[in-house]
Every structure is written in structure tokens, then in C-alpha cells.
């Protein structure tokens, strides 16, 4: 599976941004999705992360309640909207797919990976 994110940029704090996830080279309904975010310096944490049909989403951390993850299985692509954003949200972001009806917030609970875009926030 390829995964290729796109959508991140530059904004201001408050703004809003929309990522996509386009996966190809597999049977997209049959993973799970997450999204992940790495800082300078930092691990890479878990977003949040949604299930095959797209009925069961998770949050974590400081971005919850910010954020919705959902997904398109006739698009193959997965979405993560970010509203509010503020300076410390500045990251690499990353989404990953599992093989797996099972969710996982763990890194290593992956198998695919995208190249990640860059969301940097200005304050």
C-alpha cells in the first residue's frame, strides 16, 4: 500500500487546515487509518485514527476536540480537518494504515506509511 499525503502548509494560529491521505496498491476498506504527527526533536505521536467503514474514530491529546478524521472508500483517501490551530500543532504529519479491523495508537501497530506534510502553525 502507498500512501501520499497532501494539504499541509503554513497558517496563522486559529486557521484551519484540511489533510488527505490518498492510498492506492491495496484494498483500502481493509485497513485501519491514523494519522500522526511529528515535532522537531519529539516522537511521533498518535492524531487520531478511524476504522474501515469510518463509524468508529479516536482523538487523542491535545488536538481533540479540534479535529475530525474521516474517510472516503470510494476515494481511497483518508482526511484529517484541523481547525484552530496553534503554534505548538507545528509538525510533520503522517498517516498510516493497518492491516487490521483492530485500532492501535502505537507506531509500530503500522505497516504503511506516507512521507508526511508539513503543518506549520505562526503565531
Known amino acids: 500500500v502507498q500512501l501520499v499525503e497532501s494539504g499541509g502548509g503554513l497558517v496563522q494560529a486559529g486557521g484551519s487546515l484540511r489533510l488527505s491521505c490518498a492510498a492506492s496498491?491495496?484494498?483500502?476498506?481493509?485497513?485501519?487509518m491514523g494519522w500522526f504527527r511529528q515535532a522537531p526533536g519529539k516522537e511521533r505521536e498518535f492524531v487520531a485514527g478511524?476504522?474501515?467503514?469510518?463509524?468508529?474514530?479516536y482523538a487523542v491529546g491535545p488536538v481533540k476536540g479540534r479535529i475530525t478524521i474521516s474517510r472516503d472508500n470510494a476515494k481511497n483517501t483518508v482526511y484529517l480537518q484541523m481547525n484552530s490551530l496553534r503554534p505548538e500543532d507545528t509538525a510533520v504529519y503522517y498517516c498510516?494504515?493497518?492491516?487490521?479491523?483492530?485500532?492501535?495508537?502505537?507506531?509500530?501497530?503500522?505497516?504503511?506509511w506516507g512521507q508526511g506534510t508539513q503543518v506549520t502553525v505562526s503565531s
Open positions: 496498491g491495496g484494498t483500502f476498506n481493509d485497513y485501519y
Open positions: 478511524i476504522s474501515w467503514s469510518g463509524a468508529r474514530t
Open positions: 498510516a494504515a493497518r492491516p487490521s479491523l483492530r485500532p492501535t495508537m502505537t507506531v509500530s501497530g503500522y505497516d504503511y
